[in-house]
């Protein structure tokens, strides 16, 4: 499929059901505790995904741009978060993805956002978007499996969707990877430009006279979050090493496992503190 005809197909990013019914729950109290209602919706990638579109569209009519789900939430009324919850909920059994293990994917996609955070704080960029650019990073992964899922089945065979070099094949096979697809979706919900400058160049953020010090934290935590999700040794580690990104962002390698805030060895399925 052209990238111009999945960016124009429809699709629905799934939620994690644990945290819709946690996130309505909290809705349905008298008083909604905001800052359990921002650690919540800052768990799954298609609500901050949904969040950040109706934040960022044209209805509200703001100067600025929505970096954050706690920039959305401050400018957004709590009936348009149980709309949007109530939406997920029932929406519950289209989540499945042709193969795509979503407790797997949930799972690292909060780890990278977490990465990009931290590592955002050492290169003085933006933390809130770096948050927000990890955990929604591979949505457009999401919606390759959902457009083409037999075009995908077969690259999923050769090199399954959390490969440390998952967007080198999906560029070989297609012509474009997830994060050009996460970026045409980004742009059409209008996203803040440094977001979706960030998802488009995260595979390849310095090449080409291109220089987005935003994309290369995302790159280096995909690659943290991904290396772990592949149980490489620490020799594989030195390896497979972005340097020439870590490079430019006056990173090296253990500067940035250093950074690592996630306590891997207590990570159980489905965990997803912030």
Not at 8 to 34: M, N, T, W, Y
Not at 51 to 63: D, T, V, W, Y
Not at 75 to 93: D, F, N, P
Not at 143 to 154: K, S, T
Request: with cysteine; aromatic share 6%; charged share 20%.
């Amino acid at each position: 499929m052209e990238l111009n005809a999945l960016l124009a197909s429809q699709f629905v990013l799934p939620s994690i059901p644990k945290v819709v019914a946690l996130l309505l729950s909290e809705l349905d109290r008298d008083e909604p505790d905001l800052k359990k209602v921002t650690q919540l919706i800052s768990t799954d990638p298609a609500l901050t995904t949904r969040l950040l579109q109706l934040s960022n569209s044209g209805f509200f009519k703001l100067s600025g741009k929505i970096n954050s789900v706690s920039e959305a939430l401050a400018i957004l009324g709590l009936g348009h978060v149980r709309t949007m919850a109530a939406a997920a909920a029932s929406a519950a059994s289209l989540k499945a993805v042709p193969g795509i293990n979503l407790q797997q994917f949930w799972a690292y996609s909060l780890n990278v956002a977490k990465l990009s955070r931290s590592l955002a704080g050492v290169v003085r960029q933006n933390q809130q978007a770096a948050f927000t650019c990890g955990l929604i990073h591979a949505v457009g992964e999401l919606a390759m499996h959902i457009g083409m899922p037999d075009a995908v089945a077969a690259l999923d065979r050769e090199v399954p969707p959390l490969d440390l070099n998952r967007a080198r094949a999906e560029k070989r096979s297609f012509g474009y990877c997830y994060a050009q697809v996460g970026a045409g979706f980004a742009r059409q919900w209008q996203f803040p430009q440094p977001i979706v400058d960030a998802l488009a160049h995260q595979d390849a953020p310095f090449e080409n006279n291109v220089y987005e010090p935003l994309a290369g934290v995302i790159h280096l935590a995909t690659w943290r979050a991904r290396a772990k999700e592949a149980g490489l040794s620490e020799k594989d580690q030195a390896v497979t090493f972005p340097g020439p990104v870590g490079e430019v962002l006056e990173l090296d390698i253990d500067m940035v496992l250093q950074q690592d805030p996630i306590d891997w060895s207590a990570q159980t399925p489905g965990r997803t503190l912030l």
